[in-house]
C-alpha cells in the first residue's frame, strides 16, 4: 500500500553533529561488526536539501508512478526466476550472477539496515519510501560501476553516491575509510584519488534513485551504463593492480594487514 502522507509530522527535524558523526566513527573502526554505528553516522549528517529533493521528486508525474509500480523494490530484486529470463547482457541477467556469486539478497540488505536502525521509530510515509530506494538501490550500484565489494571497492561505491545525492554520510565514510585502508596497507596504491574518481563519476552520471529499476533490469548492461553516464572506474583498477603486484589480494586485507 502507497504511503499517503509525504512526511509524518511525528518525524523528528534533522540536527547537523559532525563530532558525534567522528566518535560514531571511531567505534565503528574498533569494532567493524558494530554496523549500527552507520546508522548513526548518517543520522549526524543530515543534508538540508534531501527533503525538498524528495518532494519533488514524489509529487512529479514520473515520481507517481514510480511510487504505484515499484512501491518495495526487494520484492523486484530478490525475484532471481523472472530476471534469469532476461536475455544474457542484460542488468537484470548481471544483478542476479553478482548477487548469487557474492552471496547477497536485496532482503539481507534490509534486514541489515533494520539492524542499524536498532529500535529507533519507523514511519509510514513518502520520505520512507524514498529514502528506502537509496538503501535498496546499492548492490545495483557496485554491478552498474565496475566497483566490487572489496574495501575499497565499498569506498568507491561509496563516493559515487555521495557524487549523486550529496549526504555528507557517505563522503564522511568513504574518505574515512579509505584513509584507514591506506594507513595498513601502505603500498602506494591510488587509494583516495579512487574514491575521488568514483565520487566525480557519481556526479556525472544520471541519479539511479530516479530511474525505473525495472526498465533499467531489462536493458542492456553496456547501454545502460553509456545512457546513464556511467564513467570506467579506471582508478580502482590501477589501485587493484598495484595492490597484486605487492602479492596482497584486495579482496582479503585482513591477510595482508596481519
Sequence with gaps: MQPTIFRDPARPEPRFRPFKAL????KLLKDKEDTEQVFHIFECLPRKS???????????????????SEPFLPTILDDHETLKRLPAGTVGRAYVDFMEREGLS????????????GDKPRYDDQ?????????DTHDLLHVLTGYG?????????????????RNLGNLFISYLGGLE????????????????EGQRNGTAAANLVDESIVDLLAEPIEEARKRLNIGQPS??????????SRGIDPYNFLAAAA
Excluded at 23 to 26: A, D, L, T, W, Y
Excluded at 235 to 240: D, F, M, P
Aim: hydrophobic share 45%; charged share 25%; with cysteine.
Design 23 to 26: 566518535g560514531h566513527f571511531r
Design 50 to 68: 534531501f527533503l525538498p529533493e524528495a518532494k519533488a521528486f514524489i509529487e512529479s508525474p514520473h515520481g507517481q508512478r514510480l511510487m504505484a
Design 106 to 117: 536485496a532482503a539481507g540488505l534490509v534486514a541489515e539496515a533494520e539492524k542499524m536502525r
Design 127 to 135: 520520505v520512507e519510501w524514498y529514502a528506502n530506494r537509496l538503501r
Design 149 to 165: 565489494r572489496d574495501a575499497l571497492g565499498e569506498q568507491c561505491v561509496l563516493g559515487f553516491t555521495y557524487g549523486q545525492n
Design 181 to 196: 585502508l591506506r594507513r595498513k596497507i601502505k603500498v602506494g596504491a591510488p587509494v583516495l584519488k579512487a574514491i575521488r
Design 235 to 244: 582508478l580502482y583498477r590501477v589501485a587493484h593492480t598495484t595492490y597484486r
